[in-house]
């Protein structure tokens, strides 16, 4: 479906600026402007900078003098507006409301005949009111639905193109939405040899410390094996751990040879320190 963002009386060119960037960012291009505020809104200075690149959008924007005038080739209205009115459409959340359209859609699309080449060129506009009095009684009786952002009772007042920015992302959303791209490089994960010999550097610094027995080891070792599978560690990580095993064998050992050094054997001669086995 083609999409279009309609702003009705825009007052503040910085939204109009906001809401091309906000659009650019979710992949629609398609803005009308219905009598705005400005006639050279797209020009000034606030809008440029608060469209923050998204300057081509501005560059095929249209401006227009009625509502009607923004309607060609669309044949589904979203009204964006907060005040309760005892008559129009109905009020939904927008991602309800765009699962139900692209179901309706795809049935239609899988027709034949005169009903497919209607859906084929089908096409949905957000309309969204002036910052200062919001949407009139008869544009939003116009609307097929009438868009509700969920959110808090006592203070829902969304700035016009944060509103915007919200439903392009949900409709966005609804369409497929676009893969993340990677910030990090994929960690490499560890394999079991590299775990193994993780786990044997790591008992000789245990016993070491004399924080592992050796006569009386348990089940440490094991739960250790356990715990690295379950975080899945990375090489990195295991080179950390390596590490930090090897600085323990050098302190143990420096502790050890210190103190055989004070140690007298009954005959005179200095005790030999303790033989600690060489790290992985």
């Avoid at 991602?95 to 859906?119: I, Y």
């Avoid at 050098?250 to 790290?279: C, D, F, I």
């Amino acid at each position: 479906m083609k999409t279009r963002f309609i702003l009705i009386n825009t007052s503040h060119a910085g939204n109009v600026g906001a809401a091309a960037r906000a659009m650019k960012t979710m992949g629609f291009d398609d803005l009308v402007l219905v009598a705005p505020r400005w006639a050279n809104v797209l020009r000034r200075e606030e809008t440029i900078q608060r469209a923050s690149g998204a300057t081509d959008v501005l560059k095929q924007c249209r401006i227009v003098d009625t509502l009607d005038e923004a309607l060609g080739g669309i044949t589904h209205l979203c009204a964006t507006a907060m005040t309760p009115r005892d008559f129009g459409p109905p009020t939904v959340t927008p991602r309800a409301h765009f699962d139900a359209l692209l179901k309706k859609e795809l049935v239609t699309q899988s027709g034949q005949g005169l009903e497919a080449e209607k859906a084929s060129n089908s096409g949905i506009a957000f309309l969204f009111g002036s910052e200062r009095f919001g949407m009139t009684n008869d544009d939003v009786y116009r609307c097929h639905a009438c868009l509700s952002i969920p959110s808090n009772p006592q203070f829902g007042s969304l700035n016009l193109a944060a509103a915007l920015q919200v439903i392009a992302y949900d409709w966005r959303v609804a369409l497929g939405g676009y893969p993340v791209s990677q910030a990090t490089a994929v960690p490499t994960l560890a394999d079991a040899a590299q775990v193994a010999g993780l786990l044997a550097h790591l008992e000789q610094a245990l016993v070491a410390i004399d924080f592992l027995d050796p006569q009386a080891p348990k089940k440490l070792m094991p739960r250790l094996n356990q715990l690295f599978n379950r975080a899945e560690v990375t090489q990195e990580e295991i080179h950390i751990l390596r590490g930090m095993a090897k600085a323990m064998l050098k302190v143990a050992g420096g502790s050890v040879a210190g103190a055989a050094s004070q140690a007298v054997s009954p005959h005179g001669n200095t005790a030999s320190p303790k033989v600690l086995p060489e790290p992985i």
